[in-house]
T-cell receptor
Framework: DAKTTQPTSMDCAEGRAANLPCNHSTISGNEYVYWYRQIHSQGPQYIIHGLKNNETNEMASLIITEDRKSSTLILPHATLRDTAVYYCIVRVAGGSQGNLIFGKGTKLSVKP | DARVTQTPRDKVTEMGQEVTMRCQPI?????VFWYRQTMMQGLELLAY????????DSGMPKDRFSAEMPDATLATLKIQPSEPRDSAVYFC???????????FGPGTRLTVL
């Protein structure tokens, strides 16, 4: 079973920030939070990951609460191309624990 | 722009036929994953290779599925005999052992009639 809980769907207006929440209350100390997304008819795409500090890259920002039991993925200026299913995944970093366990994800619809 | 490639992109076959799906991981990557995606089950890991050796294939039905890496540039997933319940999109992904990122291919859409 996936270790994360996400809303089934969300809407966001084009140009606005999209804030996608994820609960992971049973996360272990050595587990990271990863975000992937899957645009329709494509393979999943890595977005960002973090352990306990907030992270930012060219795609998004990741805010992790101090107790690490939840996090939020932020797309600062959503575009129509950001419409996708977003998956929040917790796992130990590196290849020794290789597989990603995908839950249902959040279907984000960016509207004009 | 390095990408994972998969062939064929679409495959329609009849029940009982053998199906072979191929994946070319990104050059230099030493981990390869096979996932299956259906509406009912979502994305599931089937098999995982590191340095061409199978590390985990517990998600794969052993009686009909087999996964191999004949060399570092080719991974194969074979179904024999295929059944209608095998209809799904099969994704291959590759990465580096020490990396946090898996790169997914475009998938093979399999339909078994």
């Amino acid at each position: 079973d996936a270790k994360t809980t996400q809303p089934t769907s969300m809407d966001c207006a084009e140009g606005r920030a999209a804030n996608l929440p994820c609960n992971h209350s049973t996360i272990s100390g050595n587990e990271y939070v990863y975000w992937y997304r899957q645009i329709h008819s494509q393979g999943p795409q890595y977005i960002i990951h973090g352990l306990k500090n907030n992270e930012t890259n060219e795609m998004a920002s990741l805010i992790i609460t101090e107790d690490r039991k939840s996090s939020t993925l932020i797309l600062p200026h959503a575009t129509l191309r950001d419409t996708a299913v977003y998956y929040c995944i917790v796992r130990v970093a590196g290849g020794s624990q290789g597989n990603l366990i995908f839950g249902k994800g959040t279907k984000l619809s960016v509207k004009p | 722009d390095a990408r994972v490639t998969q062939t064929p992109r679409d495959k329609v076959t009849e029940m009982g036929q053998e199906v072979t799906m191929r994946c070319q991981p990104i050059l230099g990557h030493n981990t390869v994953f096979w996932y299956r995606q259906t509406m009912m089950q979502g994305l599931e890991l089937l098999a995982y290779f590191r340095n061409r050796a199978p590390l985990d294939d517990s998600g794969m039905p052993k009686d009909r599925f087999s996964a191999e890496m004949p060399d570092a540039t080719l991974a194969t997933l074979k179904i024999q005999p295929s059944e209608p319940r095998d209809s799904a999109v099969y994704f291959c992904a590759s990465g580096l052992v020490a990396s946090n990122e898996q790169f997914f291919g475009p998938g093979t859409r399999l339909t078994v009639l």
